[in-house]
């Protein structure tokens, strides 16, 4: 990548040689019938999706039977054989750079794509044009500070611009189809501190803590201690004085250090929003700081993105967006709880509401966009919104799915009989009432 | 086991070759310093249960630190090397021939037995003495219709004496602490439908449907039509008969069939306590025939007995009452729904509402014991007290679960937002209203 790798995702510019060797002014230069022939095949393999593809000679190579719900333009042949070698990153880095358009609306198109892919049962796009890809990059205690510091330390003002105020990156939860944003992530951290039950008094522990927004969240409404465990240095900087702030500092610990150096006991466990940068090769180890540090009687919870089966994580999103991560399915996610000999209580997949929280996300980046222009080159504003348009049609597509999994210890029997109590208004939280 | 077959849970008696060879009067004989030996020796292994454990001369060979809940008698020497010799099937048969007894609450006893074996992390118990067991009988169409016809077609007469009125013979769902086994029932069929969210009109077909309950409330109280599968001759015949007596016969067909024949679309996959039945080597058969019997845009759920991690089945329980039965951890059971590409959508683990079950059937079964003598013998009587109190202490001592998976295709996105729906009272099911 070269001098290309100063740029904060990586994205190449346009003639980078991350991208395609050979722009040779192809865009000047004449369709041929062999570039056709590779649209066309790009498009069966991709499942033939009801989207029409044109090449750099303005017409459509290839076109739907269905009624196509939007173009994808290929401004020149790099752009072509970069898909061609290496259909997701070859894509995602032509796209960040201008080299691909999408005409229509972004995540409906992406979702059209997604879902005929994962349509065409074989999969053979990926089997006979790209084989599988390279696995994500080591998540050693060294390896995760990289990856982490790839993505999360880009800067909180980047972020604030279209988060919710409480600055909270993970997936919303809708109660009703109204809420807003705001109300959604409000909720979602109701939702997940009724999961384990906290009461006051109790001693909770984080593993992966973002900016700070559920632990504060916990220590404010349900009256524990938190120990929130992060390895993001600007987030644990921003979360350290949101609690000098709101004069939960006695309440709420943040700790600039690895999930594998947590200490203690605690009645609760949780992490939301970790698991997808932990890695399958660390899940037992996971599960063994997991099991030392929940106390016998207590409940904990992984909230994370998954999928409904082990697949290979899309690789322009694994290389630009997100070094190290992995989306497990709920077979891998069992390596954690199995050989630790948790009881699963409860699983609940909520990929809508992360497909919904994504578009909001957007929406509020396209609102600010003349900011992030200001810090930031147009690939980057345009990776981005690749990123988060195609995360969210990969959540409405199926291909990947939001799982929260509540646990406890294997002989702990003072748990809810029913999950009735997580339904009922205002049973904690009474300052918490929106309708 | 010789003459012994012709038994109804080919239960040995007191002597039979199928418990210990040697049973030559050992009663009357001295109890040894070998004997005391092996008496502390299983003790330890099961993890030091805070149980007594007597010999044939009515003394204490091991006595617990902690303050004692019950104690075992070993009422012969051969009863004592059954148990030497294979832990499981040894005990119990010898515990169903009278050669041991159980002195205390049986639950209590059995689930501080249970409870200690899975506390001893290492599980040197099984693994020294042991050896790994054996699998399951193959649970091919004919095998399965054998290993269905030892159980469930023991005689109706029999299961009406100690079941609900509606003949429901899997876990109950005890909303509050009160309701009884017959509302439990009740409450429990109706949390399985909102669960596939039926609607008047729809399509169901119901894998392994017992004596017809689950498909008759369906048809009732939800105006859907059902196609019910189920290998047992007996409880076919009484599930066709009682469609007929309630008017339902032309909504309900109850079909004596295998699960793998089942054709056609259904808008629901319903499935309440045959996964048990199947066993892991055809979870992807299983998985196949859902996934072409279930509309795109239908729900299906899963209901069945688990583990926190694959395990042997109890040899006693495996050989003498459930042939070819196994209850799988949630990561085997993934073999069903990832092959196939569904989404999980909820998982519910409802393991201490089976050990309530089991409780009321285990009472109910000993207010009409005297019933079940005049038609079984003693040894029946109490390998039937041993499995169903057995069951509960296991379901309390978390060593088996109780899952309901609740599941659709990948691309299906008209599903419930949240699970709100199934605690809202008197949605559908308006003649439901007990408090």
């Given at each position: 990548m070269g001098g290309d790798s100063q740029h904060p995702l990586g994205v190449p510019s346009g003639g980078g040689a991350g991208v395609a060797g050979a722009r040779t002014g192809s865009e000047r230069s004449g369709v041929n019938a062999l570039d056709r022939w590779l649209a066309r095949r790009i498009m069966q393999e991709a499942g033939n999706p009801p989207l029409r593809f044109a090449l750099w000679d303005g017409q459509d190579a290839w076109s739907p039977e269905a009624e196509p719900a939007g173009r994808i333009v290929v401004r020149d042949r790099g752009a072509l054989w970069a898909i061609v070698r290496s259909p997701e990153l070859g894509f995602g880095d032509c796209y960040s750079a201008g080299r691909i358009e999408i005409e229509g609306d972004l995540i409906d198109v992406?979702?059209?794509?997604?879902?005929?892919?994962?349509?065409?049962a074989s999969s053979s796009f990926k089997k006979s044009?790209?084989?599988?890809?390279?696995?994500?990059g080591k998540n050693t205690p060294g390896g995760?500070?990289?990856?982490?510091?790839?993505?999360?330390?880009?800067?909180?003002?980047?972020?604030?611009?279209w988060l919710d105020k409480r600055m909270v990156y993970t997936c919303a939860y809708y109660e009703?189809?109204?809420?807003?944003?705001?109300?959604?992530?409000e909720a979602k951290m109701h939702h997940v501190c009724r999961k384990v039950r906290l009461e006051p008094g109790q001693q909770v522990v984080e593993a992966g803590c973002g900016w700070g927004s559920l632990a504060l969240h916990?220590?404010?409404?349900?009256?524990?201690?938190?120990?929130a465990f992060n390895i993001s240095h600007e987030q644990v900087a921003y979360a350290k004085e949101q609690a000098e702030r709101s004069g939960l500092a006695s309440q709420v610990e943040f700790i600039e250090d690895d999930y594998r150096n947590i200490s203690g006991k605690y009645d609760a466990f949780v992490s939301v929003g970790m698991l997808e940068h932990v890695g399958p090769d660390h899940y037992e180890t996971l599960g063994e700081v997991i099991a030392r540090s929940l106390k016998e009687d207590g409940l904990g919870i992984v909230h994370s993105v998954g999928r409904s089966r082990p697949?290979?994580?899309?690789?322009?999103?694994?290389?630009?967006?997100?070094?190290?991560?992995?989306?497990?399915?709920?077979?891998e996610m069992m390596s954690i709880f199995e050989g630790n000999q948790f009881s699963i209580?409860?699983?609940?997949?909520?990929?809508?509401?992360?497909?919904?929280?994504?578009?909001?996300?957007l929406e509020r980046f396209d609102a600010n966009v003349s900011t992030v222009r200001k810090w930031y080159d147009e690939a980057f504003v345009r990776a981005w919104r690749l990123y988060l348009g195609g995360c969210s049609a990969a959540f409405l597509s199926s291909s990947i799915q939001l799982f929260q999994v509540v646990f406890t210890h294997r002989c702990h029997n003072r748990i809810a009989h029913t999950r009735e109590h997580l339904y009922r208004r205002a049973a904690n939280g009474a300052d918490w009432s929106f309708n």
């Open positions: 992406l979702y059209r794509a997604y879902r005929a892919m994962e349509d065409k044009i790209l084989g599988r890809l390279p696995r994500a995760s500070r990289k990856h982490i510091h790839h993505h999360y330390d880009l800067g909180n003002d980047f972020y604030r611009l009703n189809a109204e809420a807003t944003l705001e109300e959604a992530q916990m220590a404010r409404h349900y009256g524990v201690r938190v120990r697949s290979a994580v899309n690789a322009w999103l694994e290389q630009r967006i997100f070094p190290g991560s992995y989306p497990p399915s709920l077979r209580i409860d699983i609940e997949n909520l990929r809508l509401h992360y497909a919904k929280t994504l578009m909001e996300w």
